[in-house]
């Protein structure tokens, strides 16, 4: 493709970037999408979202392309949305409330503070995973964070990631 082409579609590099960025939070919102079409009980339903996200983020260029750039988001000149994190958190968030409903998420445990953390758990894996492994690892990385948070590690289990490429485990 050469750069004329690019640039047909494309004002400047800041807009490729946002472009790459709204395709991920779409692709992510897609992966939430199909979790919850498999009615899974809601702990088991954040364990499932979280290994499919990590598959498609060790095997998708383009969820690798938009954790890059969101990385530098500040160098780039429009910004990127963050709109879509926000989601992402309010997602878990709604999978625990129900979870605390049903009583599966006992104690003092907000779930609102439990699906922050699981959020930023979750990346934080995800980029020492990429930094250290190339993300070769990172179905293991997130499982060691599930593990780490007792109301996700009894049900882990049953949703633990089968591995398959990004592409495929969308669709279920």
């Not at 979790?35 to 339903?45: E, G, N, S």
């Not at 003092?108 to 699906?115: C, G, I, V």
């Not at 190339?134 to 599930?146: A, F, K, L, M």
């Amino acid at each position: 493709m050469t750069k004329g082409a690019v640039y047909f579609h494309f004002t400047n590099k800041e807009a490729i970037a946002v472009a790459v960025s709204e395709e991920y939070f779409a692709r992510l919102a897609a992966q939430s999408a199909g979790v919850k079409r498999l009615k899974l009980p809601p702990l088991q339903a954040t364990v499932k979202l979280l290994n499919r996200v990590a598959v498609a983020l060790r095997d998708d260029n383009l969820f690798q392309a938009a954790v890059r750039l969101h990385l530098d988001r500040h160098l780039i000149d429009n910004g990127l949305p963050t709109r879509p994190f926000a989601d992402f958190i309010a997602h878990c968030e709604e999978l625990l409330t129900e979870a605390k409903r049903l009583g599966q998420l006992h104690g003092d445990a907000s779930q609102e503070s439990l699906a922050r953390v699981l959020v930023a758990s979750f990346f934080g894996a995800q980029h020492t995973s990429w930094a250290l492994n190339d993300r070769t690892d990172i179905v293991d990385r997130v499982q060691e964070t599930i593990d780490a948070i007792p109301p996700l590690h009894q049900c882990s289990g049953s949703a633990r990631a089968d591995n398959a490429p990004a592409h495929q485990d969308a669709r279920a």
